[in-house]
């Protein structure tokens, strides 16, 4: 079992940045693949990036390449998600999720690809 837990969201400016950050619990964490998605108030939960077990392979949705980095650091079982230039759009509760294939070498894009998810940590950027 992993337990995850966001944090670092917050209100934030047009333009400015916040770093998320996603502690695991759980001694695989290394072994597998990350991702984190988003969901606005009304709409349904999105992808947004997610990186394997090394933290060597990275995916980004359109809506947030260029201006978001994914890493990881196995050493302190966290994964992050800085996001710069944040839009008025960025705006909803970001989720980290945690996919259980131990050393898998397909990046999920879905939310069906994950077997465990953290409460969420709200972003909010104002214009």
């Known amino acids: 079992q992993v337990q995850l837990v966001e944090s670092g969201g917050g209100l934030v400016q047009a333009g400015g940045s916040l770093r998320l950050s996603c502690a695991a619990s759980?001694?695989?964490?290394?072994?597998?693949?990350m991702g984190w998605f988003r969901q606005a108030p009304g709409k349904g939960r999105e992808f947004v990036s997610a990186l394997d077990w090394s933290g060597g392979r990275t995916y980004y949705a359109d809506s947030v390449k260029g201006r978001s980095t994914i890493s990881r650091d196995n050493a302190k079982n966290t994964v992050y998600l800085q996001m710069n230039s944040l839009k008025p759009e960025d705006t909803a509760v970001y989720y980290c999720a945690a996919d259980r294939l131990a050393y898998g070498t397909i990046l999920r894009l879905s939310t069906s690809g994950y077997d465990y998810w953290g409460q969420g940590t709200q972003v909010t950027v104002s214009s």
């Open positions: 759980g001694r695989n964490f290394s072994t597998y693949s």
